[in-house]
């Protein structure tokens, strides 16, 4: 439903050929962090989606950490990103400008600064101009964390959503608004993200990735509304 509203067709697999065609090889981008990883029925669903376009199967690969050393993931033609949202210990939150960070060997390097300049990312040969459609996975979103690669589930909540778009920057502005209202309703008070995940207004100011403005992203909502906070 999500893709076919996004590209506005009436059927998934009408969209998924505005994504891909026969012709290109497909990288899905997904994320293995142990606490919570994109579910294999979110990349099963990617998969056949791109299947259903047309691309043959061996042209297809679902990798997050392996990308540098996947045949298919080095000469992909398109990229799908996929992850789950959460807090992060370097860049405030782990989202769709995030999750390419593993086309780098050393993405230590984009540390700085809580991350300021995690857009340039996005410039590196394997990731520039690929990413066809990025994907927030917000089926149980993780909120607050301290410390590095922490996790607590009483931190997570079944929002049981998923957002998608062709804009990564709009992607997680929208997800760090998200977190922004639960965090209050959660702590009663306001609970800023912290580090400030401010690589997201960056990659829209600096580096020209997509819209990090709330007031100028169209976000279009499918199916339950309660407690969307939207």
Known sequence: SA??????????????????????IVGIKSNVWGPLPTPSEVEQAIEAGILSAGVEKE??????????????????????NVRPLRTHH?????????????????????????????????????????????ILVLLTPHFYSVGPHNFDAKYTWPYRGLLVSTDPVA??????????????????????????????????????LGVSDLNKIELVKLGWMENSYF
């Open 59 to 80: 042209n297809i690969a679902i990798d997050d950490r392996g990308v540098l050393r996947s045949e298919v993931f080095k000469n992909a033609t398109a990229l799908i």
């Open 171 to 208: 992607s997680d502005a929208v997800g760090i608004s998200l977190f922004n209202a639960k965090r209050k309703e959660y702590f009663e008070r306001e609970r800023p993200i912290k580090p400030p995940p401010h690589h997201v207004v960056f990659a829209d100011t600096r580096h020209g």
């Open 90 to 134: 370097w860049s405030g939150i782990g989202g769709c400008l995030k999750n390419p960070i593993m086309f780098t060997p050393t993405p230590w390097k984009y540390h700085d600064n809580s991350c300021a300049d995690l857009g340039l990312v996005w410039k590196l040969p394997e990731v520039k101009g690929k990413v066809r459609l990025n």
């Open 3 to 24: 893709v076919s509203r996004l590209f506005e067709v009436d059927k998934p697999s009408e969209a998924w050929k505005k994504i891909v065609g026969p012709k290109d």
